[in-house]
Protein backbone atom coordinates (compact mmCIF):
# COMPACT_ATOMS: atom_id res chain seq x y z
CA UNK A 1 0.00 0.00 0.00
CA UNK A 2 1.66 3.32 -0.84
CA UNK A 3 1.29 6.22 1.48
CA UNK A 4 1.72 9.80 0.67
CA UNK A 5 2.82 12.92 2.35
CA UNK A 6 2.93 16.41 1.58
CA UNK A 7 5.05 19.25 2.51
CA UNK A 8 6.61 22.64 1.61
CA UNK A 9 3.27 24.75 2.04
CA UNK A 10 3.27 27.67 3.53
CA UNK A 11 2.42 31.75 2.80
CA UNK A 12 3.65 33.08 0.26
CA UNK A 13 3.13 37.04 -1.47
CA UNK A 14 1.28 37.09 -4.95
CA UNK A 15 4.15 36.59 -7.68
CA UNK A 16 6.58 34.65 -5.64
CA UNK A 17 7.09 30.55 -5.68
CA UNK A 18 7.02 27.50 -3.77
CA UNK A 19 8.23 23.95 -3.92
CA UNK A 20 5.39 21.34 -2.67
CA UNK A 21 7.03 17.66 -2.07
CA UNK A 22 5.02 14.29 -1.77
CA UNK A 23 7.41 11.53 -0.27
CA UNK A 24 6.02 8.36 -1.18
CA UNK A 25 6.39 5.17 0.95
CA UNK A 26 5.60 2.24 -0.57
CA UNK A 27 6.95 1.99 -4.35
CA UNK A 28 4.35 3.09 -7.41
CA UNK A 29 3.53 0.74 -9.67
CA UNK A 30 4.92 1.91 -13.31
CA UNK A 31 1.29 2.39 -14.39
CA UNK A 32 0.75 4.45 -11.69
CA UNK A 33 0.08 7.76 -11.90
CA UNK A 34 0.40 10.59 -9.41
CA UNK A 35 -1.50 13.91 -9.31
CA UNK A 36 -1.41 17.01 -6.99
CA UNK A 37 -5.21 18.14 -6.49
CA UNK A 38 -6.31 21.17 -4.22
CA UNK A 39 -9.22 22.78 -2.08
CA UNK A 40 -9.46 26.07 -1.96
CA UNK A 41 -11.89 28.06 0.54
CA UNK A 42 -15.82 26.84 0.21
CA UNK A 43 -14.34 24.95 -3.09
CA UNK A 44 -14.51 21.31 -4.56
CA UNK A 45 -11.15 19.90 -4.44
CA UNK A 46 -9.89 19.96 -7.95
CA UNK A 47 -6.91 18.73 -10.03
CA UNK A 48 -4.09 20.66 -10.96
CA UNK A 49 -1.24 18.28 -12.77
CA UNK A 50 0.10 14.72 -13.01
CA UNK A 51 2.93 12.76 -14.13
CA UNK A 52 3.06 9.24 -14.75
CA UNK A 53 5.47 7.83 -12.67
CA UNK A 54 7.09 5.46 -14.98
CA UNK A 55 8.10 7.71 -18.25
CA UNK A 56 7.70 10.68 -16.53
CA UNK A 57 4.78 12.58 -19.28
CA UNK A 58 3.34 15.55 -17.22
CA UNK A 59 -0.68 16.84 -17.76
CA UNK A 60 -1.98 20.29 -16.26
CA UNK A 61 -4.87 21.70 -15.67
CA UNK A 62 -5.61 25.15 -18.08
CA UNK A 63 -5.16 27.82 -15.24
CA UNK A 64 -1.84 26.35 -13.93
CA UNK A 65 0.14 25.92 -17.21
CA UNK A 66 3.32 27.74 -18.12
CA UNK A 67 3.41 28.46 -13.98
CA UNK A 68 3.37 25.25 -12.53
CA UNK A 69 5.96 22.16 -13.06
CA UNK A 70 5.15 18.65 -11.54
CA UNK A 71 8.23 16.70 -11.95
CA UNK A 72 9.50 13.60 -9.65
CA UNK A 73 12.68 11.80 -8.26
CA UNK A 74 12.64 7.97 -8.48
CA UNK A 75 15.38 7.39 -6.96
CA UNK A 76 14.04 9.78 -4.06
CA UNK A 77 10.57 8.24 -4.00
CA UNK A 78 9.15 11.96 -4.27
CA UNK A 79 7.17 13.98 -6.36
CA UNK A 80 7.13 17.86 -6.91
CA UNK A 81 5.11 21.06 -7.82
CA UNK A 82 7.36 24.44 -8.71
CA UNK A 83 4.68 26.47 -8.47
CA UNK A 84 5.38 29.96 -9.88
CA UNK A 85 4.27 33.39 -10.34
CA UNK A 86 1.03 32.47 -7.52
CA UNK A 87 -2.12 34.25 -7.44
CA UNK A 88 -4.50 34.30 -4.55
CA UNK A 89 -6.52 32.39 -6.37
CA UNK A 90 -4.00 29.50 -5.77
CA UNK A 91 -5.17 29.14 -2.01
CA UNK A 92 -5.78 26.03 -0.97
CA UNK A 93 -4.90 22.96 0.78
CA UNK A 94 -3.02 21.08 -1.89
CA UNK A 95 -3.00 17.59 -1.78
CA UNK A 96 -1.08 14.80 -3.27
CA UNK A 97 -2.67 11.05 -4.89
CA UNK A 98 -2.11 8.18 -6.88
CA UNK A 99 -3.98 6.80 -9.36
CA UNK A 100 -4.06 5.47 -12.66
CA UNK A 101 -5.30 8.28 -15.09
CA UNK A 102 -3.78 11.96 -15.16
CA UNK A 103 -6.94 14.11 -13.83
CA UNK A 104 -8.92 11.40 -12.38
CA UNK A 105 -8.30 10.37 -8.38
CA UNK A 106 -7.22 7.17 -6.84
CA UNK A 107 -8.15 6.11 -3.27
CA UNK A 108 -4.80 6.73 -1.78
CA UNK A 109 -4.32 10.83 -0.09
CA UNK A 110 -2.08 12.36 1.60
CA UNK A 111 -3.08 14.68 4.25
CA UNK A 112 -2.54 17.84 2.37
CA UNK A 113 -0.01 20.79 3.17
CA UNK A 114 -1.91 24.62 2.93
CA UNK A 115 -0.57 27.32 0.31
CA UNK A 116 -1.69 30.93 1.36
CA UNK A 117 -1.28 33.60 -1.79
CA UNK A 118 -1.74 37.05 -0.80
CA UNK A 119 -2.27 40.03 -2.35
Known amino acids: QVQLAESGGGLVEAGGSLTLSCAVSGRPYSSHVMGWFRQGPGLEREYVAAIRWSRGSTFYTNSVKDRFTVSRDKDKNTMYLQMNNLKPEDTAVYYC????????????WGQGTQVTVSS
Open 97 to 108: NVGISPGTPGAV
